[in-house]
């Protein structure tokens, strides 16, 4: 009890201080030199401070008006790889030593210690429960003992923590706690009816946090796919229903909330290849919720992925070949269609291109399309002579032309290999790659 109340009143003591901040330690020195701190929000980040890495070594000073809140420390590009998060309650200084292979370690910072420590026991607790299912244990004296236990240090946290910062996320992992013995099937039937008990979905900083988001998503996806097609076809539907019941939950939450937490539930299902999930997600939850330009500029980008993923038919390209209209849907092939998008004033292009047209027509595995982005023809028919073996169709507007915007273009030369039914199955990254396909 006494260790208990020396922390509590630590953080009232630290609270007394205007301003603090984030000093510590970057390892193999030599690799860093500059360090950012963002404040995340519900949907996007704010910035905080920044500092240069000397020697391995930093300080932070945070503005005194800075919130409480889950802080992104950014030490390289792109952001969305190069980061770490700590706990920054305004209410102490924060030390940290940082290292490639081992990640973030705190030497000075009671809260972001009681942070890590919590979840880390809470993880441990929770796998001794399953063990007990696992392990098919025959004894209730051992499931009493377990989830007691576990309750037990789940009621220590949150009143070790009240009136500081951390306890909004520690209240809200609060679990689902079995008060008798329960086959596994009705504990997991009841941890899912109790999921969303401690779950504030309104509360911003919960929202700004990865704890809401990963929970939102694991009982998105709780379940697990078979090959039994008639399993397969219960695990989608199941996760239609979860997805409803989480949907019913963000009642009241803002769009632009809605759709970040609903992108991350479609990066998911997409990174699973779980098409139909990532299709029902774009449809239903992803579309209505694009309010604002970024949210729109990102439901295109996803539009533009799912029309071009790997399985998927081509659009429709046309071109004037001798007088008649070609199409890529009528094209004849018993092997394979290479498309290509370049320009006849592209460097990179005219480097690249003519020694894989030398390698390709002696290549009887595939036909290739190349499509001209171009501001006028002059150029185009000229280069486009060069590479006879090619069929050539032009798409004016450059960067705004039709087939530019319906394949997603951002680059040129940019390759994709269709079978015969115009399907693609595969999107390589360069001329090599695509003789490398071809050859295997």
């Known amino acids: 009890m006494k260790a208990k109340w020396t922390i509590v009143m630590l953080f009232a003591m630290l609270g007394l201080e205007a301003q603090h901040t984030i000093s510590g330690t970057f390892s193999p020195a030599e690799e860093f030199s500059w360090l950012i701190a963002y404040r995340l929000t519900p949907t996007a980040q704010?910035?905080?401070?920044?500092?240069?890495?000397?020697?391995?070594?930093?300080?932070?000073?945070?503005?005194?008006?800075?919130?409480?809140?889950?802080?992104?420390?950014?030490?390289?590009?792109?952001?969305?790889?190069?980061?770490?998060?700590?706990?920054?309650?305004?209410?102490e200084d924060v030390v940290l030593e940082f290292d490639l292979d081992q990640g973030v370690h705190f030497t000075t910072s009671e809260e972001n210690k009681l942070f890590l420590s919590y979840f880390k026991e809470m993880d441990t607790l929770e796998r001794?429960?399953?063990s007990f299912y696992e392990n098919d244990t025959d004894g209730k004296s051992v499931f009493k003992q377990r989830t007691a236990t576990w309750k037990e240090r789940q009621d220590y946290y949150e009143e070790l923590t009240k009136n500081t910062f951390i306890h909004t996320f520690i209240t809200a992992?609060?679990?689902?706690?079995?008060?008798?013995?329960?086959?596994?099937?009705?504990?997991?039937?009841?941890?899912?009816?109790?999921?969303?008990?401690?779950?504030d979905f309104s509360d911003p900083d919960l929202q700004a946090s990865d704890l809401l988001s990963e929970k939102a998503i694991?009982?998105?996806?709780?379940?697990?796919?078979?090959?039994?097609?008639?399993?397969?076809?219960?695990f989608h539907t199941t996760i239609k229903e979860n997805l409803a019941v989480l949907d019913t939950q963000l009642n009241g939450s803002s769009k632009a909330y809605r759709f970040s937490l609903f992108h991350k539930i479609w990066k998911r299902s997409a990174a699973q290849n779980l098409t139909r999930v990532s299709d029902h997600v774009l449809n239903t939850y992803l579309t209505p919720n694009a309010e604002g330009k970024d949210d729109k500029e990102t439901l295109n980008t996803i539009i533009a992925d799912n029309r071009l993923r790997i399985g998927k038919k081509a659009p429709e390209i046309e071109?004037?070949?001798?007088?008649?209209?070609?199409?890529?849907?009528?094209?004849?092939?018993?092997?394979?269609?290479?498309?290509?998008?370049?320009?006849?004033?592209?460097?990179?292009?005219?480097?690249?291109?003519?020694?894989?047209?030398?390698?390709?027509?002696?290549?009887?595995a595939a036909t290739v399309i190349a499509v001209g982005l171009e501001e006028g023809e002059d150029t185009w028919k000229n280069q486009s002579a060069i590479l006879p073996d090619?069929?050539?169709?032009?798409?004016?507007?450059?960067?705004?032309?039709?087939?530019?915007k319906v394949y997603d273009i951002q680059k040129t030369p940019t390759y994709f290999i269709l079978d015969k039914e115009k399907r693609i199955v595969a999107k390589p990254e360069n001329a090599k790659a695509v003789l490398t396909f071809l050859e295997d």
């Open 319 to 364: 071109w004037i070949s001798g007088g008649e209209t070609k199409r890529l849907t009528t094209t004849t092939t018993d092997n394979y269609v290479v498309l290509i998008f370049w320009s006849s004033t592209c460097g990179h292009c005219l480097k690249e291109i003519p020694p894989l047209h030398e390698k390709l027509k002696t290549n009887t």
């Open 128 to 130: 001794d429960l399953i």
């Open 46 to 91: 704010s910035y905080i401070a920044d500092t240069g890495i000397k020697d391995g070594k930093f300080e932070m000073k945070v503005p005194e008006n800075a919130k409480p809140g889950i802080y992104r420390m950014v030490y390289a590009i792109p952001q969305e790889e190069f980061y770490f998060d700590i706990v920054f309650g305004n209410t």
């Open 390 to 404: 090619f069929e050539h169709a032009i798409a004016l507007g450059k960067w705004e032309s039709t087939y530019a």
């Open 218 to 234: 694991n009982y998105v996806f709780m379940g697990q796919a078979t090959d039994s097609l008639t399993d397969r076809e219960v």
């Open 173 to 199: 992992n609060r679990g689902y706690f079995p008060e008798r013995m329960e086959t596994k099937q009705q504990y997991i039937q009841h941890k899912k009816d109790h999921y969303f008990d401690y779950l």
